[in-house]
């Protein structure tokens, strides 16, 4: 994955410049966003803007700081606020306008069918089922208060049970069969999960990681459980008090244009929000849309600080 350096900059307000003359417009985004050097070169041509990325950790620490720094903002646009997180965008405030839907991608997990093959333990068809004893120390989700895939996992529990009651011995369950919780959706996958060294045959991701996974010979590496999943959307916007609102909305439009969204799917394993745009071929066999959702009419806003706090109780205790 390729990254940007950050480049320091001066503050605008102490150089004099007008708005017209800035021409560094900044990007806030989370530590999986990838643009091309490619896409960069192409950005600052088409517009006369140089472009900088500032990466703000997962999307929970990258919606926080877009929180605290509202009325002197880190960056001008941001990339990266998804559906778990944009009733805090709004409530505080951040966005001038509307966020603009970049991409999608459904968060369910992933197992290992290599690790799966070559022991005596079946694999899960549920999450449902990982509180079960054959399970026990084989998985790795994220931390809800910080990474948008375990915050949607949240919400998918909820969703899925009738009662609290019945969420809360779930939550248990996985508790007592030795869950991990990884503080990020880097260090689950990359750090944890075994197909890249670590402990865990099963993480939670997302339906379209298994693309990522093909070996040389054509074969699958890992397969993903797409039942009651969780559709994740990723938003774009301006931020309020930017320095340089014209090229916060140029980039913003960048994001949405056919080049940007061309590499959605090789570069970020998600779904282009532009329908119209082709995904790899072998999207097809590997990385198709969940077969079934659950959680789109939760009130995530409303519900979240409630959740964190009873999952905080049943981890933590």
Not at 8 to 26: F, K, N, P
Not at 78 to 95: E, M, Q, R, Y
Not at 196 to 221: C, N, Q
Request: hydrophobic share 40%.
């Amino acid at each position: 994955m390729k990254k940007l350096a950050i480049v320091a900059i001066s503050a605008l307000a102490l150089t004099g410049c007008s708005a017209q003359d800035i021409t560094l417009v900044r990007l806030a985004a989370h530590d999986s966003f990838v643009i091309s050097d490619e896409l960069v070169a192409e950005f600052e041509s088409e517009t006369g803007y140089e472009l900088e990325i500032i990466r703000l950790g997962d999307t929970g620490s990258l919606t926080n700081q877009l929180v605290l720094t509202t009325n002197a903002p880190v960056a001008d646009a941001f990339f990266g606020i998804d559906n778990t997180f944009a009733g805090v965008a709004t409530d505080n405030n951040i966005v001038a306008g509307e966020m603009q839907a970049i991409d999608y991608s459904d968060v369910c997990f992933n197992y290992d069918l290599d690790w799966f093959a070559e022991s005596s333990i079946a694999p899960p068809t549920s999450w449902r089922e990982l509180g079960q004893e054959q399970y026990k120390s084989l998985v790795v989700v994220t931390n809800p208060n910080f990474s948008s895939p375990g915050l949607a996992f949240l919400a998918t529990t909820h969703a899925g049970f009738d009662t609290s009651a019945e969420v809360f011995a779930y939550w248990r369950s996985l508790r007592d069969n030795d869950l991990k919780v990884a503080g990020s959706w880097e260090d689950a996958y990359f750090v944890d999960f075994t197909r890249y060294g670590g402990d865990r045959p099963i993480v939670l991701s997302y339906a379209s990681s298994p693309s990522a996974e093909v070996k040389e010979d054509g074969t699958p590496g890992s397969a993903a459980l797409r039942t009651e999943c969780f559709r994740q959307i990723e938003y774009a916007g301006v931020l309020n008090n930017a320095d340089n609102n014209p090229g916060a909305k140029a980039i913003v439009d960048f994001l949405l244009g056919d080049s940007f969204q061309a590499s959605v799917p090789e570069n970020m394993y998600v779904y282009p929000i532009n329908e119209a745009i082709e995904v790899p071929e072998a999207w097809a066999k590997f990385a198709q849309p969940a077969d079934s959702l659950l959680g789109e009419g939760l009130d995530i806003n409303a519900n979240r600080d409630q959740w964190l706090t009873d999952w905080s109780d049943v981890f933590d205790n």
